[in-house]
């Protein structure tokens, strides 16, 4: 039948393989509090306690297992009162102020609210988690309480935690070493020994398999502390004094991280703050692998390497810190498919999706543990790898990388287009993976104008983009390299793209390019962000930018807090679904930068005075996943996503991204030049500062500041021979 003539539905996305389940709104809960550290991430509520259920975030990860998933602290049985709650601006440490509340024994009240203050510290750092309790007696008199912690690891799978149901599960054995250590243990399906081990110092006066209490007396004004280290996969015991050795080490490796950056800062102290968030958030999230660092893609659901997620967010960080491109560039290298595995949708030369380590996946229950389930990662790849090499002039990085290169064009070339109709297209295996395998990969993302979902083979709007990109990056690093037969042929492709795409995507009535192409090459004639990336990667005709730029800002797809995945005049619109209708920072980004680079600089400046505004309502400043696609009220913020990722490894760039956009910065270390074309600032931001921004051995700084209606740029410092020119 065909499918074009069933009635519009709306899919129920709860029957897809990996939805995300949410029990609870994000909005009946204050923001958790995240930390991260290699493989290790922690989700705490604002008392730094680990709550919530089975089934939510809460709790401490490593390597895909939740290796505790309770722990609370309490003053004689009761939760103490909040006072305070915040993560240093670092990212570096959780800082909690709690106070007991009004204690009652016997029906009279024996210890008055405020009396005992609680300083609670935890930090995370190389596979455990640190924590420490400082308890002071404010009291004229002395005060004698019950300090307890309550704690339990199930071991569960993240996949678990998203929703997943498991049949069968591993075994579980606690075992108590002294007055001062549990050992929790469990052994996988897969055979795996997994362990959570805590370490109480001092000793507890009470130790059981779940459970830890301090008998405190403590005089007028006196202070006690008592640290606790929950350390996973470790069996050896803590070191005395570990606390304040693994902290200072631990801000040294982040302050070591973010020096080989450049630094932004204005005169909008709002603005400050969001840039110093997200820059915080990018390094937190970055994680060493022998390859290089590697930006995780979001906490909690999302904390390892995605293919996609890493690319972007090194694209959107190009101009800002390089190294995290070679990294990126490195490790999707490393781990580039080399032979074809239907169960993993690997083929010769593509570029991973994603990378799990967790039982479900090592057990085959999720597809994850190398999957290869997408369509855009491979071409993103070699976009990235040219512009990396125009931004650093690496060529001994990009030499190495060239095998990895070719394999990526064969791909696009051959197992990426498999009608040989000229586009990259994906095709779901029903059971295995993904069904749709674009940046919105959700069940129900691709549709036609009637709401009907697009089906066969698909070939999506940005993944055309992303190939002609693609193919001009590879003939410049080709030309480059002396490979000048190589440079034209890949030239020469890349145009002939560019001319089929206009044909079979510009839509004259919608003023934008489709959505994609269906299994029967027609078409999805609908209104979505997706046409911005054919803007972020070159491949639009020039004549179109302002039919796609109105598109983008008009009212059906402009919410007001930035441009929505689907615009509202859409069959399956709504603002409250994953990418039929919400907002998502990094995609504004690209949009930005694509409307940058066809000169509509004033329509760019509109996504970064939106994104700005909506930022300024979110918690600690932190730019989320996503949120809801719902208009601008006056008075009232935007409506958060229940289940986003916060922080999001592309949404922390996009600030950074933005900048870049509305300066029309360019850096290119092959010509030692700097280049800003038609600069601009937000009317909220008077002066801008860029230091330390590195071409080559060199570096300047820059101050951007408006004057008379434009924006003048005066070099402040320059090391080493560099051009700054501007372009008005």
């Known amino acids: ?60 990860y490593y390597r895909d297992t939740r290796h505790l998933s309770h722990f609370v602290v309490s003053l004689d049985g009761d939760r103490p009162l909040l006072l305070s709650s915040t993560v240093r601006d670092d990212n570096a440490v959780l800082s909690v102020d709690l106070a007991n509340p009004d204690l009652h024994r016997g029906g ?27 308890v002071h007696n404010f009291d004229r008199q002395p005060r004698s309480i019950r300090l307890g912690l309550e704690f339990a690891a199930d071991f569960r799978d993240l996949f678990e935690i998203r929703g997943s ?58 202070r006690a502390s008592f640290f606790l280290t929950v350390r996973c996969d470790a069996d050896t015991p803590a070191r005395p004094n570990a606390f304040f050795g693994a902290m200072r080490a631990a801000r040294r490796d982040q302050r070591a991280a973010t020096s080989r950056a450049a630094v932004i800062d204005g005169s909008n102290a709002v603005l400050n703050r969001i840039l110093c968030r997200s820059v915080a958030d990018i390094y937190m999230l970055l994680t060493d692998t022998p390859e290089g660092a590697y930006p995780y893609a979001g906490i909690p659901w999302f904390s390892t390497p995605f293919g996609r997620d890493g690319i972007i967010t090194a694209l959107e960080l190009l101009w800002f810190d390089p190294a995290i491109a070679k990294g990126v560039l490195r490790f999707l290298a490393a781990t580039q498919a080399d032979h074809v595995d239907p169960e993993h949708a690997a083929q010769p030369g593509k570029i991973l999706h994603e990378m799990r380590q967790g039982e479900m996946a090592r057990l085959g229950e999720v597809p994850f543990g190398r999957y290869y389930g997408t369509v855009d990662a491979t ?10 090499f125009a931004r ?67 070939a999506l709007c940005e993944v055309q983009a992303y190939v002609y990109g693609a193919k001009r990056a590879a003939a410049a690093i080709c030309r480059t390299l002396g490979m000048e037969a190589r440079a034209a042929e890949l030239e020469d492709a890349a145009q ?61 797809s402009f919410s007001g807090w930035g441009v929505r995945t689907l615009a509202a005049s859409a069959r399956r619109y709504n603002p409250m679904s994953y990418h039929n209708g919400s907002v998502w920072p990094h995609d504004n980004a690209l949009v930005a930068l694509g409307l940058a680079r066809y000169g509509l600089k004033r329509e760019a400046l509109a996504i970064f005075d939106a994104l700005f505004a909506a930022v300024q309502h979110m918690d600690l400043l932190r730019p989320p996943e996503l949120f809801c696609g719902f208009p601008r009220r006056h008075g009232v913020g935007p409506t958060r996503y229940p289940v986003a990722c916060s922080p999001q490894a592309w949404a922390s760039a996009t600030p950074l991204a933005l900048v870049e956009a509305c300066l029309g910065l360019h850096c290119d270390s092959i010509r030692g030049e700097i280049r800003l074309e038609n600069p601009i600032l937000p009317q909220a931001v008077e002066e801008l500062r860029l230091r330390r921004v590195r071409i080559g051995d060199g570096e300047v700084d820059l101050l951007l500041r408006r004057h008379d209606g434009e924006v003048a ?16």
Not at 108 to 134: E, K, N, V
Not at 538 to 546: D, H, L, V
Not at 716 to 723: Q, Y
């Open 165 to 222: 149901v498991r049949e069968r599960r591993g075994t579980l054995a606690i075992e108590r070493h002294s007055a001062s250590t549990v050992v929790m243990r469990y052994r996988g399906l897969d055979d795996v020994v997994r362990t959570t081990r805590l370490d109480f110092a001092p000793a507890a006066n009470r130790l059981t398999d779940d459970a830890a209490e301090y008998d405190l007396t403590l005089a007028p004004g006196e």
């Open 496 to 556: 002939a793209l560019r001319r089929r795409f206009d044909a079979a995507f510009w839509c004259e009535d919608l003023g934008t390019y489709a959505l994609a192409l269906d299994g029967d090459k027609r078409p999805c004639r609908v209104v979505s962000s997706n046409a911005g990336h054919a803007l972020f990667a070159g491949i639009a005709e020039p004549s179109r930018a302002r039919q796609v730029a109105a598109s983008l800002l008009g009212r059906e």
């Open 392 to 458: 650093t002039d690496d060529r001994e990085t990009i030499k190495a990388l060239w095998p990895h290169i070719d394999a990526a064009l064969r791909w696009i070339d051959r197992d990426g287009d498999p009608d040989r109709d000229g586009f990259v297209e994906y095709a779901a295996v029903p059971g295995k993976g993904l069904f749709n395998q674009g940046w919105k990969d959700s069940e129900d993302a691709i549709s036609h104008a009637d709401g009907t979902l697009a089906h066969g083979a698909i």
């Open 713 to 728: 740029v005066t070099v402040l410092r320059r090391h080493g021979d560099i051009r700054v020119i501007v372009v008005n």
């Open 1 to 60: 039948m065909d499918t074009q003539s069933k009635s519009p539905s709306r899919p129920d996305p709860s029957t897809g393989d990996f939805y995300i389940s949410a029990a609870t709104s994000a909005a009946e809960r204050r923001p958790p509090r995240a930390l991260k550290h290699g493989d290790t991430f922690a989700v705490f509520d604002d008392n730094g306690d680990v709550t919530g259920g089975d089934l939510g975030p809460a709790g401490l």
């Open 108 to 134: 009279r009240l024996t210890l008055p609210r405020d009396t005992i203050h609680i300083r609670r510290t935890a930090f995370l750092w190389r596979g455990a988690c640190y924590l420490r309790l400082a």
């Open 379 to 388: 071409p993103l790849f070699v976009l990235l790898a040219g512009r990396y």
